[in-house]
């Protein structure tokens, strides 16, 4: 018998909550061969990323995904084999009721928020509270071994390779975008929240002697885009040059898509917790502009990522790296970190491509995730 999963998303804000239960509902159905309903409460963010999505149905199917709009008044359902939490979304009362009746016992999991910290290890597969009898459990991704690892779909790094070795695919890709960069320009993608640091970056582009096409996906950064260019506002098509910079703002693309414009360029700056991870698996450098948290402890996780993902640099690329990185989450001066990095570019590229091996050396998160099951059952 195959096992029903049930796995709930609840959109706080943003779409790294959606974007993460998609993928991980879709590779449990293609790779583990799992029964997945996959129950969203907004499902017009769904939409931004799976256009295919109709937003009024209560149920409908995509991509082998049983997908339900999780509805403000839940309608009686049989509880699943294993019941997903997405990050520590509160589950239905009726539906924790039914997990309690059920004859079997469902394995009930919190997917959490990932962080490079080092106290994850400790806190991964842990018990949490229980429901009438129902033991809930921490599941934490993560880099470290010991962690429930990252979303990483099979062959996807070698899809990436191929891609990124086949120049006429991505030219063919990016022109299907509108996109038609100078020869030689430099390619960066740009996803952010706002950012006041953004001006510095982009007057060091404009003026540097290499040509650079910055395309940015609308969402909130372009406020800070268009005030750093004295237009109105800018919109998906928009196009202008500045010197040696040209910024394009591009629409929200399919999930797919998103991916591959990562893999085309040559550094992306992206943000969250989803985009973060597939930057990683472009193996190319990348900045981070990690979700704001109060008593900013989001610096502790940033910190804790950097420690980690710079360790094998030599000090001064690493000083490079982190002195932008920590200048792009504190709206400090980009231009001189930049100019850094620069210097050492050749070995921060390297050094990505060498990062994403080795985390590609970890069990994925979907295929931890069933492990985990199985020892459970
Ligand atoms: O949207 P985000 O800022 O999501 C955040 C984080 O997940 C954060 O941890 C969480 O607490 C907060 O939401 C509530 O960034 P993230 O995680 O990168 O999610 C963006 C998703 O959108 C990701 O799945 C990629 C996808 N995407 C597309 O599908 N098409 C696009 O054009 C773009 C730019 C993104």
């Known amino acids: 018998m195959k096992a029903r999963w049930d796995i709930f998303c609840s959109v706080v804000d943003n779409y790294g909550d959606i974007g993460v239960t998609w993928r991980l509902a879709r590779q ?44 403000s ?7 699943a084999d294993v019941v997903i939490a997405a990050f520590a979304c509160q589950l239905p009362p009726d539906y924790m009721e039914a997990m309690a009746e059920r004859q079997r016992t469902p394995l009930w999991m919190n997917l959490d928020y990932l962080s490079a910290e080092e106290w994850v290890v400790g806190c991964h597969r842990l018990p949490s509270v229980k429901f009438k009898g129902v033991q809930k459990y921490f599941f934490f991704p993560g880099f470290r071994p010991g962690t429930g690892g990252l979303l990483r779909e099979a062959g996807l790094l070698e899809q990436r390779h191929a891609f990124q070795q086949d120049v006429a695919a991505q030219q063919h890709f990016l022109q299907g975008l509108g996109v038609f960069p100078l020869a030689g320009a430099r390619l960066i993608s740009l996803f952010a929240y706002e950012n006041a640091g953004l001006a510095r970056w982009l007057d060091v582009l404009s003026t540097d002697g290499r040509a650079t096409h910055l395309l940015v996906p609308e969402g909130r950064i372009l406020g800070d885009v268009a005030r750093w260019l004295g237009v109105e506002g800018l919109a998906a098509g928009a196009v202008h040059q500045r010197q040696a910079l040209t910024v394009q703002v591009l629409p929200f693309v399919r999930q797919e898509q998103y991916d591959r414009l990562l893999w085309c360029c040559d550094f992306n700056a992206v943000r969250g917790e989803d985009s973060f991870v597939r930057a990683q698996w472009a193996g190319r450098p990348l900045l981070w502009h990690i979700y704001r948290q109060d008593e ?78 199985e020892s459970w059952i």
């Open 296 to 373: 900013d402890i989001h610096l502790d996780k940033l910190d804790a990522f950097l420690e980690l993902y710079t360790a094998a640099l030599s000090p001064a690329a690493r000083a490079a790296l982190v002195s932008l990185w920590q200048a792009w989450n504190t709206e400090g001066d980009m231009a001189q970190p930049w100019k850094m990095l620069m210097e050492h570019w050749p070995e921060v590229l390297a050094h990505a491509e060498r990062w994403c091996l080795e985390q590609g050396l970890q069990a994925d998160l979907a295929t931890a995730l069933v492990q985990f099951y």
């Open 73 to 79: 008044e839940w309608v009686a359902a049989p509880a």
């Open 28 to 71: 449990l159905v293609v790779e583990h061969a799992c029964d997945v309903r996959l129950w969203v409460d907004d499902l017009r963010a769904f939409e931004r990323m799976c256009p295919d999505i109709d937003v009024h149905l209560a149920q409908q199917w995509q991509e082998g995904v049983d997908v339900r709009h999780w509805p």
